[in-house]
Protein backbone atom coordinates (compact mmCIF):
# COMPACT_ATOMS: atom_id res chain seq x y z
CA UNK A 1 0.00 0.00 0.00
CA UNK A 2 1.53 3.54 -1.16
CA UNK A 3 0.47 6.68 0.11
CA UNK A 4 1.22 9.13 -2.72
CA UNK A 5 1.14 12.12 -0.78
CA UNK A 6 4.05 11.15 1.54
CA UNK A 7 6.49 9.99 -1.80
CA UNK A 8 7.78 6.39 -2.28
CA UNK A 9 9.25 3.91 0.30
CA UNK A 10 13.05 5.06 -0.48
CA UNK A 11 11.98 8.71 0.01
CA UNK A 12 10.31 7.87 2.87
CA UNK A 13 12.69 5.48 4.37
CA UNK A 14 15.40 7.99 3.21
CA UNK A 15 13.81 11.30 4.62
CA UNK A 16 13.45 8.99 7.51
CA UNK A 17 17.45 7.99 8.22
CA UNK A 18 18.45 11.89 7.24
CA UNK A 19 16.75 12.33 10.33
CA UNK A 20 19.79 10.43 12.72
CA UNK A 21 17.26 7.75 13.70
CA UNK A 22 17.59 3.79 13.06
CA UNK A 23 15.34 1.54 11.15
CA UNK A 24 14.32 -2.00 11.06
CA UNK A 25 11.91 -4.16 9.20
CA UNK A 26 9.01 -3.95 11.45
CA UNK A 27 9.10 -0.55 11.81
CA UNK A 28 9.59 0.01 8.28
CA UNK A 29 6.52 -2.10 7.93
CA UNK A 30 4.18 -0.51 10.28
CA UNK A 31 5.57 2.84 8.65
CA UNK A 32 6.10 2.68 5.47
CA UNK A 33 4.17 -0.33 4.23
CA UNK A 34 7.64 -1.33 3.37
CA UNK A 35 7.87 -5.92 3.40
CA UNK A 36 11.17 -5.39 1.87
CA UNK A 37 13.47 -2.98 3.66
CA UNK A 38 16.95 -4.53 2.83
CA UNK A 39 16.14 -4.01 -0.78
CA UNK A 40 15.26 -0.45 -0.30
CA UNK A 41 17.87 -0.25 1.36
CA UNK A 42 19.98 -1.69 -1.58
CA UNK A 43 18.21 1.06 -3.83
CA UNK A 44 19.33 4.22 -1.52
CA UNK A 45 22.95 2.81 -1.26
CA UNK A 46 22.93 2.85 -5.42
CA UNK A 47 21.69 6.21 -5.49
CA UNK A 48 25.19 6.90 -3.20
CA UNK A 49 23.55 7.09 0.57
CA UNK A 50 25.93 6.19 3.32
CA UNK A 51 24.21 3.52 5.31
CA UNK A 52 25.61 1.32 8.16
CA UNK A 53 23.97 -2.30 9.04
CA UNK A 54 24.10 -3.60 12.38
CA UNK A 55 22.41 -6.92 13.14
CA UNK A 56 20.05 -7.07 16.50
CA UNK A 57 19.91 -10.37 18.63
CA UNK A 58 16.88 -9.75 20.64
CA UNK A 59 14.47 -13.01 21.90
CA UNK A 60 16.41 -15.82 19.91
CA UNK A 61 15.69 -13.79 16.09
CA UNK A 62 18.17 -12.01 14.58
CA UNK A 63 17.26 -9.08 12.21
CA UNK A 64 18.77 -6.24 10.71
CA UNK A 65 18.82 -1.98 11.96
CA UNK A 66 20.14 0.40 9.31
CA UNK A 67 21.77 4.21 10.11
CA UNK A 68 22.46 6.65 7.82
CA UNK A 69 26.45 7.48 8.12
CA UNK A 70 26.23 11.43 8.01
CA UNK A 71 29.30 12.91 6.59
CA UNK A 72 31.65 14.63 9.27
CA UNK A 73 33.26 17.97 8.12
Do not use: H
Amino acid sequence: MRDNDRGSQCEQIREYLMTGREIDPRFALLNFGCFRLAARIKDLRTLGMKIKTEIIEADGKRFASYKWEQRRV
